[in-house]
């Protein structure tokens, strides 16, 4: 059972345009959400979080936003940059709880 | 701050040896750390939590006989993989919590192991 899902496997993106990465949850108990960074061969790399008492977290280029009624979050990139060419994953933890939930991520490809 | 390293980044191994990925958390203290292995394009799996003093709680599936994971100091944990064959050969990423009161992990660079 795939708690955390990302259906969309891939998305290609002008530089400068908006990225948009969707990601959905089943468990309506998961309270705090995560974005990760991968490239190939390496570690991930945190981007950014939002706990489920907010709908919005900002942070440079990088926006969270959180639908709880939809058990949906996506993460906005603007301006999207070439060196934003990554796979991205969502993650999905319980407070405290300590393990994530990863989705399958998304390859991002953004063209200059 | 909050920097994991793996050491060793590449390793090959002949089928039926035993190989130790450890993990540090260099600039902070970790009281727990995760052990992940991803295969080509899928997912992380998480495959054991590992809490410092206490013995590691592994996820369903995975054998902890073959996959010894120690956590003994607040900086260091190690995973071995023991008498590894062919269908080990993967990437094994390992993270830690930076306090107890985030939720936050911080992932090292993985180790790519290649099992001959």
């Known amino acids: 059972d795939q708690q955390v899902k990302q259906n969309s496997p891939s998305l290609s993106v002008q530089e400068g345009r908006i990225s948009i990465l969707n990601c959905d949850y089943t468990n309506s108990m998961f309270d705090y959400f995560l974005w990760y960074k991968k490239y190939p061969a390496e570690g991930p790399t945190f981007l950014i979080s939002i706990s489920s008492i907010k709908d919005k977290n900002e942070d440079g280029r990088f926006t969270v936003f959180l639908n709880k009624s939809a058990k949906h979050l996506s993460l906005h990139i603007v301006p999207s940059q070439p060196g934003d060419s990554a796979v991205y994953f969502c993650?999905?933890?319980?407070?405290?709880?300590?393990?994530?939930?990863f989705g399958q991520g998304t390859i991002l490809t953004v063209h200059p | 701050g909050a920097v994991v390293s793996q050491h060793p980044s590449w390793v090959i191994c002949k089928s039926g040896t035993s190989v130790k990925i450890e993990c540090r958390s260099l600039d902070f203290q970790a009281t727990t750390m995760f052990w992940y292995r991803q295969f080509p394009k899928q997912s992380l799996m998480l495959m054991a939590t590992?809490?410092?003093?206490?013995?590691?709680?592994?996820e369903q599936g995975v054998e902890k006989d073959k996959f010894l994971i120690n956590h003994a100091s607040l900086t260091l944990s190690t995973l071995t993989v023991t008498s590894a064959h062919p269908e080990d050969s993967s990437f094994y990423i390992c993270s830690a919590l930076l306090a107890v009161s985030t939720d936050t992990q911080y992932f090292g660079p993985g180790t790519r192991l290649t099992v001959l």
């Open positions: 993650a999905a933890t319980l407070t405290s709880y300590g393990k994530l939930t």
């Open positions: 590992s809490n410092e003093g206490s013995k590691a709680t592994y």
